[in-house]
């Protein structure tokens, strides 16, 4: 399979339940990346992580928690969310780290939150 | 700091019309700049980038991007569109300082009519 693989689709969950969100890539890419989207909202970006060490965090609850334990996978633990968390979750990969890649991008997780 | 800008929310054009979509930056120096596109319900598709060399960029689907350093702008342009094309497109600017971020605009979306 190639490209970027991301499960599930879809989440509806509970505020004190907890998920996990994943990631795969088979291109062979160094470094992978959490976005945010939410509505008429740019893009945030989340966590970056180059070799399976995070080396971004951009200021994100704790309530999120990355975990990258190979190259090729990339999760995201979800506990006691809010409903403002709602949104729609990509994961991407690139090369490596040098800007000039561009970003290899999955179809996301739509997350809600009731 | 850089940042992206997209003055047009939405833009609609006629089947066969030629297509132009803005993009602003505001960085210091050269950025490395991508045009992204996203299908409803998918992640976002690399359509083209440019970081040096020539200023008028080819990309996929017969889209083509113009960087004016002059202007900070890297409109994207299609001279004959398609109801195909109607999706929602990213202007991205990453820069070599400030860590590993690529920052996106807050999209146009484009309807394409028959």
């Known amino acids: 399979e190639t490209g970027v693989t991301q499960t599930p689709r879809h989440l509806v969950m509970g505020m004190t339940n907890k998920k996990s969100l994943k990631c795969e890539q088979h291109l062979g890419h160094n470094a992978m990346y959490w976005y945010k989207q939410s509505a008429k909202k740019p893009l945030e970006l989340m966590f970056v992580y180059s070799l399976e060490e995070r080396v971004e965090n951009n200021s994100v609850p704790s309530r999120f928690s990355p975990e990258c334990p190979n190259s090729s996978h990339l999760f995201l633990h979800l506990h006691t969310l809010q409903p403002e968390d709602s949104a729609l979750y990509l994961c991407?990969?690139?090369?490596?780290?040098?800007?000039?890649?561009?970003?290899?991008f999955g179809s996301g997780t739509r997350l809600t939150v009731v | 700091a850089q940042s992206v800008t997209q003055p047009d929310i939405h833009i609609t054009v006629s089947e066969g019309a030629s297509l132009e979509l803005r993009c602003n930056y505001s960085y210091g120096a050269t950025p490395y700049l991508f045009w992204y596109v996203q299908s409803p319900g998918q992640g976002l598709q690399l359509l083209l980038k440019y970081f040096s060399g020539d200023t008028l960029v080819q990309g996929i689907k017969g889209f083509e991007a113009e960087f004016k350093r002059s202007q900070s702008s890297f409109n994207l342009r299609k001279p004959s569109v398609h109801w195909s094309d109607a999706a929602e497109y990213f202007c991205a600017v990453g820069a070599s300082t400030g860590g590993f971020k690529t920052i996106f605009g807050a999209g146009t979306r484009l309807f394409v009519k028959a």
């Open positions: 991407a990969s690139s090369q490596d780290l040098n800007l000039n890649y561009g970003y290899t």
